[in-house]
């Protein structure tokens, strides 16, 4: 019998014990972030979208050979000896044209490790990660502004990758 | 409700129609009124539920339709299942399976026909009002034991027994607490029960005497059960048998189930505030603050007080074991309104 009036007053105890934490709960601000209206600030180097100042870009390939899945394909031909000579922004000159700089967002990993071997430090991940789209092929992003200016641009190979 | 058949006599020629003209007229007036309140009142608890237990887990809840912290957010959702096609399982019982969520609403809004929302807004005053209340209030359980059975999957089934073998255990200490507050009044009339306890918040019976102050809590523990609340909804836990006995329906019958669900959760939040919490009368006694408030405002003030109550312990409590809830209802609840029917009725002899 006293076990019984024990339990009982146990239950009720617990009872509103439950029910103050439960009251403090309801008055703590909430930790919901109204996402699309609020956003995070991304952190300093968080790795995201890649992104390619093509005006730097010497078009050595050298991110391309240290991408593990091969999401970047790279196209480049010599420049003429008679065109004026060009130069990135921390002055290395540039003696490469860069036909075709795509990435295939879709294959990158985000491991960041095509961006240490850039020498230009041209080749960047940014913080943007809304980059849903409708087509999966707009997942490729072309960088490359130059087009082939000799004759033996190799077509088949430039559109092997779009 | 008694103040519509008084609008109605101020139509013209009103009076030189046949009294059972008269009589439907009224009874499909009062019909509409108290659907359209019981649908406003459900829309309005479905958000208050769904902002009081993500406040309560630290979240915000709805947030975009209608602008306001989601207000719109339950109307949206019932225009959706109501467009949403009405699927009849081949297995089922269909007759019973199509009757059965609008069998769980009717004991819910048939009740409300006795309650009495202020002065003069009610249907009707039955002189055995609360009598009443506890009768059509059971029939839900016959329309969960058929939603159970009909839908011929073991988990409904499931579901419709426990609900049936909890409801019915629970009805007992709900009745029997309500009997503390009969004895005192003398009339099982809802309006003379409240009648009885006008005139400011000493005189409600929730604070007259212990007894009925310990009888409220039995009588509020025993309806949170009968309305199939947490910690009391084995019969539709989740975790255990998908949705219980409506896990079958969709669309606009299930849309019935959870009018049913809340519009019961209002009706024994309405109850208690007619019985222990002196429905519509005044709070602050009457030369304080004379007619302060309308007495409909406060009633529903007062119901949806009792409403948040439920909500906050079904954030903050588990889910009882079969065998825990029969222990609650038999061992517990049970002697406990016995001795406490004894205690109200000597006071009342003797004092």
Same mark, same amino acid.
């Given at each position: 019998?006293?076990?019984?009036f024990?339990?009982?007053?146990? @239950?009720?105890?617990?009872?509103?014990?439950?029910?103050?934490?439960?009251?403090?709960?309801?008055f703590?601000?909430s930790?919901?972030?109204q996402?699309?209206?609020?956003?995070?600030?991304m952190?300093?180097r968080s790795?995201?979208?890649?992104?390619n100042?093509?005006d730097?870009c010497?078009?050595?390939s050298?991110?391309?050979?240290?991408?593990?899945?091969k999401?970047?394909t790279?196209?480049?031909?010599?420049? @003429?000896? &008679?065109?004026?000579e060009?130069?990135a922004?921390?002055?290395?000159v540039?003696?490469?044209?860069t036909?075709?700089y795509?990435? &295939?967002m879709?294959l990158c990993?985000?491991?960041?490790?095509?961006t240490?071997?850039?020498?230009?430090?041209?080749?960047?991940m940014?913080?943007?990660y809304?980059?849903?789209?409708?087509?999966?092929? &707009?997942?490729?992003?072309?960088?490359?502004? &130059?087009?082939?200016m000799?004759?033996?641009?190799p077509?088949?190979?430039?559109?092997?990758?779009? | 409700?008694?103040?519509?058949?008084?609008?109605?006599?101020?139509?013209?020629?009103?009076?030189?129609?046949?009294?059972?003209?008269?009589?439907?007229?009224?009874?499909?007036?009062s019909?509409?009124?108290?659907?359209?309140?019981?649908?406003?009142a459900?829309l309005?608890l479905?958000?208050?539920?769904?902002?009081?237990?993500?406040?309560?887990q630290?979240?915000?809840?709805?947030?975009?339709?209608?602008?306001?912290?989601? !207000?719109?957010?339950?109307?949206?959702?019932?225009?959706?299942?109501?467009?949403?096609?009405?699927i009849?399982?081949?297995a089922?019982?269909?007759?019973?399976?199509?009757?059965?969520?609008?069998?769980?609403?009717l004991?819910a809004?048939?009740a409300f026909?006795? #309650?009495?929302?202020g002065?003069?807004?009610?249907?009707t005053?039955l002189?055995?009002?609360?009598?009443?209340?506890v009768?059509?209030?059971?029939?839900?359980v016959?329309?969960?034991?058929?939603?159970?059975?009909?839908?011929?999957?073991?988990?409904s089934?499931?579901g419709?027994?426990?609900?049936a073998?909890q409801?019915i255990?629970?009805?007992?200490?709900?009745?029997?607490?309500?009997?503390?507050?009969?004895?005192?009044?003398?009339?099982?009339s809802? +309006?003379?029960i +409240?009648?009885?306890q006008?005139?400011?918040?000493?005189? !409600?019976?929730?604070?007259?005497?212990p007894?009925?102050?310990?009888?409220?809590?039995v009588?509020?523990?025993?309806?949170?059960?009968?309305?199939?609340?947490?910690?009391?909804?084995?019969?539709?836990?989740?975790?255990?048998? #998908?949705?219980?006995?409506?896990?079958?329906?969709?669309?606009?019958?299930?849309?019935?189930f959870?009018?049913?669900e809340?519009?019961?959760m209002?009706l024994v939040?309405s109850?208690?505030?007619?019985?222990?919490?002196?429905? !519509?009368?005044? #709070?602050l006694?009457?030369?304080?603050?004379?007619?302060?408030?309308?007495?409909?405002?406060l009633?529903?003030?007062?119901?949806?007080?009792?409403?948040?109550?439920?909500?906050?312990l079904?954030?903050?409590?588990?889910?009882?074991?079969?065998?825990?809830?029969?222990?609650?209802? !038999?061992?517990?609840?049970?002697?406990?309104?016995? +001795?406490?029917?004894?205690? #109200?009725?000597?006071?009342?002899?003797?004092?």
């Amino acid at each position: 019998m006293l076990t019984y009036f024990k339990n009982l007053g146990l @239950g009720v105890v617990t009872v509103l014990n439950s029910m103050r934490v439960a009251w403090r709960h309801l008055f703590t601000p909430s930790v919901t972030l109204q996402y699309p209206t609020v956003k995070w600030k991304m952190p300093e180097r968080s790795r995201m979208r890649l992104f390619n100042k093509i005006d730097d870009c010497i078009g050595c390939s050298a991110c391309a050979r240290a991408c593990p899945t091969k999401c970047i394909t790279i196209q480049s031909e010599k420049r @003429g000896k &008679d065109e004026p000579e060009i130069y990135a922004s921390d002055g290395t000159v540039i003696k490469l044209r860069t036909v075709v700089y795509d990435i &295939d967002m879709t294959l990158c990993c985000y491991c960041a490790l095509c961006t240490f071997p850039c020498p230009t430090k041209c080749l960047v991940m940014t913080g943007e990660y809304e980059y849903a789209v409708y087509d999966k092929n &707009d997942h490729i992003y072309h960088f490359a502004k &130059d087009k082939p200016m000799t004759v033996k641009a190799p077509k088949e190979q430039s559109t092997e990758k779009a | 409700m008694e103040s519509i058949a008084q609008l109605l006599r101020l139509m013209p020629k009103y009076d030189t129609l046949p009294g059972l003209t008269q009589a439907i007229i009224s009874v499909l007036l009062s019909c509409i009124v108290i659907f359209a309140l019981l649908a406003l009142a459900v829309l309005f608890l479905v958000w208050m539920e769904r902002k009081v237990s993500a406040h309560i887990q630290d979240r915000l809840g709805p947030m975009y339709v209608g602008g306001w912290h989601g !207000w719109a957010q339950t109307l949206a959702d019932a225009l959706k299942l109501l467009l949403k096609e009405d699927i009849v399982p081949a297995a089922t019982d269909k007759l019973l399976f199509k009757m059965a969520p609008f069998i769980v609403f009717l004991g819910a809004f048939a009740a409300f026909v006795v #309650v009495p929302f202020g002065a003069s807004s009610f249907v009707t005053d039955l002189n055995i009002g609360v009598l009443y209340i506890v009768a059509v209030g059971s029939l839900s359980v016959i329309g969960i034991i058929m939603a159970g059975w009909a839908s011929n999957n073991k988990y409904s089934l499931y579901g419709g027994m426990r609900a049936a073998a909890q409801i019915i255990s629970y009805e007992i200490p709900s009745a029997i607490a309500i009997m503390t507050v009969i004895i005192p009044v003398g009339s099982l009339s809802m +309006v003379d029960i +409240v009648n009885a306890q006008k005139g400011g918040f000493q005189h !409600w019976f929730l604070f007259r005497n212990p007894f009925i102050f310990l009888a409220f809590i039995v009588y509020f523990v025993a309806s949170l059960a009968e309305v199939n609340r947490t910690p009391f909804d084995i019969p539709e836990a989740e975790s255990e048998l #998908v949705a219980g006995y409506h896990t079958e329906y969709s669309g606009m019958r299930f849309a019935f189930f959870f009018l049913a669900e809340y519009a019961n959760m209002f009706l024994v939040a309405s109850v208690a505030t007619t019985l222990f919490l002196g429905g !519509w009368t005044q #709070v602050l006694p009457s030369s304080i603050a004379h007619q302060f408030i309308p007495g409909p405002i406060l009633f529903f003030l007062k119901a949806l007080l009792l409403i948040f109550i439920q909500m906050w312990l079904r954030w903050s409590l588990p889910r009882l074991r079969v065998d825990q809830l029969m222990y609650l209802s !038999w061992k517990v609840l049970l002697p406990i309104s016995l +001795v406490l029917v004894l205690g #109200v009725g000597l006071l009342t002899v003797y004092w």
